[in-house]
């Protein structure tokens, strides 16, 4: 499960399901070998680094211990995204992103990639165990780039927009939405991070 952080929270989830390939994704799979989740399922990472503790019944308050300490810390960097230019036609879905340095500290950061994720906030599979139709939430289906997004130069005192696209999968385009967020791949940290619930039919 990713989750990651800023001013706003947004998450997704990352399947790897071995017995159901319509719900994993070779970027999945690629993350969690990084973050060496092996076979420990569900794995939930807080700003992409912090593991968060397996402690059956007692999920929500340790999620929720995590959630407000994150959400406490500050950035470097704010995050916005362009509703004149995100959103999705036939063919392919859009994001416009507006990024604000806010600390000089960015300049010396080299390591920055701009992660975009696509998800479906349901997807479809079927469940052998209850031989119907099953769904899970928030479904990531695809970034945008490569496996870890886009490299990423900021500077202090100058404005980044981009719009970032890519053509739409065999997705139901109603539960279409996504999270974006700039990571330090050196430490695998979260600079900041925002997000769409739903795009909308």
């Given at each position: 499960?990713?989750?990651?952080?800023?001013?706003?929270?947004?998450?997704?989830?990352?399947?790897?399901?071995?017995?159901?390939?319509?719900?994993?994704?070779?970027?999945?799979?690629?993350?969690?070998?990084?973050?060496?989740?092996?076979?420990?399922?569900?794995?939930?990472?807080?700003?992409?680094?912090?593991?968060?503790?397996?402690?059956?019944?007692?999920?929500?308050?340790?999620?929720?211990?995590?959630?407000?300490?994150?959400?406490?810390?500050?950035?470097?960097?704010?995050?916005?995204?362009?509703?004149?230019?995100?959103?999705?036609?036939?063919t392919q879905l859009r994001i416009g992103?507006?990024?604000?340095p806010t600390d000089s500290a960015v300049?010396?950061?080299?390591?920055?990639?701009?992660?975009?994720?696509?998800?479906?906030?349901?997807?479809?599979?079927?469940?052998?165990?209850?031989?119907?139709?099953?769904?899970?939430?928030?479904?990531?289906?695809?970034?945008?780039?490569?496996?870890?997004?886009?490299?990423l130069t900021l500077h202090f005192g100058?404005?980044?927009?981009?719009?970032?696209?890519?053509?739409?999968?065999?997705?139901?385009?109603?539960?279409?939405?996504?999270?974006?967020?700039?990571?330090?791949?050196?430490?695998?940290?979260?600079?900041?991070?925002?997000?769409?619930?739903?795009?909308?039919?």
């Amino acid at each position: 499960m990713g989750i990651t952080y800023g001013d706003s929270l947004v998450h997704f989830v990352w399947y790897q399901a071995p017995d159901h390939p319509e719900l994993s994704t070779q970027a999945g799979d690629e993350r969690g070998r990084r973050y060496n989740v092996g076979g420990f399922w569900p794995t939930a990472f807080f700003d992409a680094f912090y593991r968060a503790p397996q402690i059956s019944d007692s999920f929500y308050e340790v999620y929720h211990n995590m959630v407000e300490q994150a959400r406490s810390l500050t950035t470097v960097l704010e995050m916005s995204l362009d509703s004149a230019t995100t959103g999705l036609d036939s063919t392919q879905l859009r994001i416009g992103v507006h990024i604000t340095p806010t600390d000089s500290a960015v300049d010396g950061m080299g390591s920055l990639m701009l992660v975009a994720v696509v998800y479906e906030d349901s997807a479809p599979y079927y469940s052998t165990l209850r031989q119907d139709t099953a769904y899970v939430r928030f479904c990531a289906r695809r970034v945008i780039g490569d496996t870890w997004g886009i490299p990423l130069t900021l500077h202090f005192g100058a404005d980044y927009d981009t719009v970032l696209s890519t053509p739409l999968g065999d997705w139901n385009r109603s539960r279409l939405g996504a999270a974006v967020f700039v990571q330090d791949t050196s430490s695998l940290h979260v600079m900041q991070s925002v997000g769409k619930l739903r795009f909308g039919n």
